[in-house]
């Protein structure tokens, strides 16, 4: 890897850090308008948690075009709407193919339980250039079944 290469690597994880949501955010509109129209993400119907608070959620996802490294990031909420909690993060592949996702994090125990829950799963790249800057490729919000698992 050279030089270049891993500073735009670090800066891109800096970023994608200060980007995380916050244990309580408010979702943005998604301008759609930035997106190619190849470029999608699912979430699955279910997501599971397990016995230690640890919760996953899973998807597929399809984008091109990407100017930098690239990554779908997810949230779930339960209850109240406005406190939403990130689930992870994973690198993802902008090739045009539809690729599998899954994000997992452990919550403190009994603050994601089984049961309906609502999920916002992101595909965004940071361009490698200049001042990195998130591009969304795309957006999903829809409701969940949280499992025991």
């Given at each position: 890897m050279s030089f270049r290469q891993a500073v735009g690597t670090a800066a891109g994880a800096a970023l994608l850090l200060l980007l995380a949501?916050?244990?309580?955010?408010?979702?943005?509109?998604?301008d759609s308008a930035r997106t190619a129209p190849s470029d999608e993400v699912t979430v699955d119907a279910t997501g599971t948690v397990a016995a230690d608070g640890t919760i996953t959620l899973s998807g597929t996802y399809?984008?091109?075009?990407?100017a930098g490294p690239v990554f779908v990031s997810s949230t779930v909420s339960q209850g109240d709407p406005l406190a939403?909690?990130?689930?992870?993060?994973?690198?993802a592949v902008c090739d045009g193919a539809e690729h599998r996702w899954s994000n997992s994090e452990k919550s403190a125990p009994r603050t994601l339980v089984p049961g309906p829950a609502h999920v916002e799963a992101t595909v965004?790249?940071?361009?490698?250039?200049g001042?990195?800057?998130?591009?969304?490729h795309a957006v999903r919000e829809q409701d969940v079944t949280v499992a025991q698992g």
């Amino acid at each position: 890897m050279s030089f270049r290469q891993a500073v735009g690597t670090a800066a891109g994880a800096a970023l994608l850090l200060l980007l995380a949501p916050s244990a309580v955010a408010v979702s943005a509109p998604h301008d759609s308008a930035r997106t190619a129209p190849s470029d999608e993400v699912t979430v699955d119907a279910t997501g599971t948690v397990a016995a230690d608070g640890t919760i996953t959620l899973s998807g597929t996802y399809r984008c091109t075009g990407a100017a930098g490294p690239v990554f779908v990031s997810s949230t779930v909420s339960q209850g109240d709407p406005l406190a939403s909690h990130p689930i992870g993060g994973s690198s993802a592949v902008c090739d045009g193919a539809e690729h599998r996702w899954s994000n997992s994090e452990k919550s403190a125990p009994r603050t994601l339980v089984p049961g309906p829950a609502h999920v916002e799963a992101t595909v965004f790249d940071i361009s490698a250039t200049g001042l990195p800057l998130p591009t969304v490729h795309a957006v999903r919000e829809q409701d969940v079944t949280v499992a025991q698992g």
